[in-house]
C-alpha cells in the first residue's frame, strides 16, 4: 500500500521567458488526454458534473425544437446517446451516475414516443424482432 499521497504543484516552467500553463489555473481544473478528461486532482466530480450539465443541456435543446415527438426520440437516439457511449468508453464513471443520465433520456423517450405509464419500459430498448424501437440503453 502507497504511504504517499497524490497532489498537483507549479513547477513554475518558462519557455523563453514565457510562462507553461498549469493545469491546476484553468477554468474547470481538467484537461483531455487520448480523448479522457483528467481532472487536476484525480478525481471525477467535476467531470461528472459537467457531463450531466451537457445531457440536460441536449436534452432541452431537442425539447425545445418544434420537431414532432419521434424525431426528437431518434435525434436523442441516433446522436445525444453517441455522443455519451464515446464518454462512457474512456472515462470511469459511477454506475449511478450513468442510471441518472439514463433515467433523464428515457423520460424524454417516454414522452416523445407517447408510451403510457402502465407500458412496458423494455420496449423501448428491445430490438425489432422482439417487438421493441431499438433505442440505445446508456446503462447497457
Not at 507549479?10 to 488526454?33: E, R, T
Not at 483528467?38 to 425545445?64: A, H
Not at 424525431?71 to 472515462?91: D, E, F, P, S, T
Amino acid at each position: 500500500m502507497l504511504t504517499t499521497s497524490y497532489s498537483s504543484f507549479d513547477p513554475l516552467l518558462k519557455i523563453n521567458g514565457v510562462s507553461i500553463k498549469f493545469i491546476g489555473d484553468d477554468d474547470p481544473p481538467i484537461f483531455k488526454y487520448l480523448g479522457r478528461y483528467l481532472q487536476y486532482d484525480l478525481k471525477d466530480d467535476i467531470i461528472t458534473n459537467q457531463v450531466e450539465e451537457k445531457v440536460r443541456k441536449w436534452l432541452q435543446i431537442i425539447e425545445d425544437t418544434p420537431l414532432e415527438g419521434k424525431m426528437k426520440a431518434w435525434i436523442v437516439n441516433m446522436h445525444v446517446c453517441a455522443k455519451l457511449a464515446w464518454l462512457l468508453m474512456v472515462q470511469n464513471f459511477y454506475s449511478k451516475d450513468v442510471q441518472i443520465w439514463s433515467d433523464y433520456i428515457h423520460v424524454k423517450f417516454r414522452k416523445w414516443i407517447g408510451l403510457s405509464k402502465c407500458a412496458e419500459p423494455s420496449i423501448l430498448y428491445r430490438s425489432n424482432e422482439h417487438f421493441g424501437l431499438n433505442f440505445k440503453n446508456l446503462v447497457q
